[in-house]
């Protein structure tokens, strides 16, 4: 079988595994939080982004650490910025409105489909009233870093976004659940963490479940949002997010953090991701031309035109889709819908047949034999039509 359905499908990396059992080896340790692992954690941490003006709370999954970390910045009289096909708009089961206790989450329509622009900010802040009763104020924009299409923000979008976010007053968060990923890639620009940090992010949520952990992710808060930490510590109470053996998450985020395993992880998932470009490529172009094969352009790609992390998006024929999705040994992929973009069935005059856009997935954990079976299959479909 070869899965490319999601890196959340791939098996947690040996050292977070030799981790859990050194931190299950230490015995008996104080709870909540105030152990010695825990405490590496933070020091980690301040290595990691170039600051101690930190605070970071550790969770199991990525819809907790965003709820979560909503919940601390934004009260129900307030909303939420985002993407029209962000995560917590469209995937998080209204996770936020309720951790939050009903804040808005409003959409920047008018976005392209990668990314949140500058100039629909700019516009939608504008009309901005914020002693007009009956609406609910703007008071965090939030970013995803990879984007659900795969996009990465470069240095100087990020720095724009917050410095437009901080002359309105709002907070800036980031959901990083493949925020490895992005940093990873050097095509992206980034040439570390603390990067964010300079551009201005509040908070951000640190994933890395999807790089090789169990099921850790870090919320972290820089600066002045320090300031609300006593108040998401409180919320994670009540919630039920204050795990009493914090240690066994904190031995993920250590066993992820020291010597960059997280980043190194998110770099081999890169380079497959790379690889599974270039094998489509070399299928050559009278296949290519054949089966209607391509990488998608329109989003998840960097400057140099290497994907911009670990998502690759095909287009490809429908049948084809059906093809490869009923192989033995099985093909596992996405059909990818992204609301407003046109990735749904569409005719090419050439091949006179619809077409559709499927989401490609690499982990740390995908071999080249995967790749090289998908593009055998493609291959074979090919001398079948």
Not at 67 to 75: D, E, G, K, R
Not at 192 to 214: F, I, N, P, Q, R
Not at 274 to 285: E, K
Request: hydrophobic share 45%.
């Amino acid at each position: 079988m070869a899965d490319f359905l999601s890196d959340t499908s791939a098996p947690a990396h040996a050292h977070v595994l030799r981790a859990l059992e050194s931190a299950n080896a230490l015995g008996n340790v104080r709870s909540y939080g105030d152990d010695a692992l825990t405490h590496e954690v933070g020091v980690l941490l301040e290595r990691v982004f170039g600051t101690s003006s930190l605070k970071f709370w550790l969770v199991a999954c990525g819809t907790a650490a965003n709820a979560l970390a909503l919940s601390s910045l934004c009260s129900p009289l307030e909303a939420i910025l985002c993407h029209p096909q962000a995560h917590i708009y469209c995937d998080e089961r209204n996770a936020v409105e309720f951790y939050t206790g009903g804040a808005r989450l409003t959409p920047l329509h008018g976005c392209p489909p990668e990314a949140v622009s500058a100039e629909v900010l700019r516009r939608h802040l504008a009309l901005v009233d914020r002693t007009f009763v009956h609406e609910a104020p703007p008071r965090v924009l939030s970013l995803s870093m990879l984007g659900e299409n795969g996009t990465c923000y470069t240095k100087a979008q990020l720095r724009e976004l917050c410095a437009i976010a901080s002359q309105n007053g709002l907070f800036v968060h980031i959901d990083g659940a493949r925020i490895a990923n992005a940093l990873a890639q050097p095509e992206n620009g980034w040439s570390s963490a603390a990067e964010l940090v300079d551009a201005g992010v509040d908070v951000l949520t640190l994933g890395l479940t999807k790089t090789g952990a169990m099921g850790c992710e870090i919320i972290v808060l820089f600066n002045e949002a320090c300031s609300r930490f006593p108040d998401l510590r409180a919320r994670a109470k009540r919630a039920g997010l204050m795990p009493p053996k914090m240690r066994y998450l904190a031995a993920q985020a250590v066993a992820m953090l020291e010597n960059d395993l997280w980043l190194d992880l998110a770099a081999q998932a890169n380079r497959m991701a790379a690889d599974l470009v270039a094998a489509t490529v070399t299928i050559g172009p009278e296949t290519s031309s054949r089966v209607g094969l391509e990488v998608d352009l329109a989003f998840g790609r960097s400057a140099t035109g290497l994907p911009a992390g670990n998502e690759v998006f095909l287009r490809m024929p429908v049948r084809l889709g059906d093809f490869l999705r009923n192989c033995i040994p099985r093909i596992l992929f996405y059909p990818w819908q992204a609301g407003d973009i046109a990735l749904t069935p569409q005719s090419k005059p050439d091949l006179g047949e619809p077409l559709a856009c499927y989401r490609f997935v690499c982990s740390w954990s995908t071999r080249a034999d995967e790749v090289q079976y998908l593009c055998e299959k493609v291959e074979e479909w090919r001398k079948l039509c």
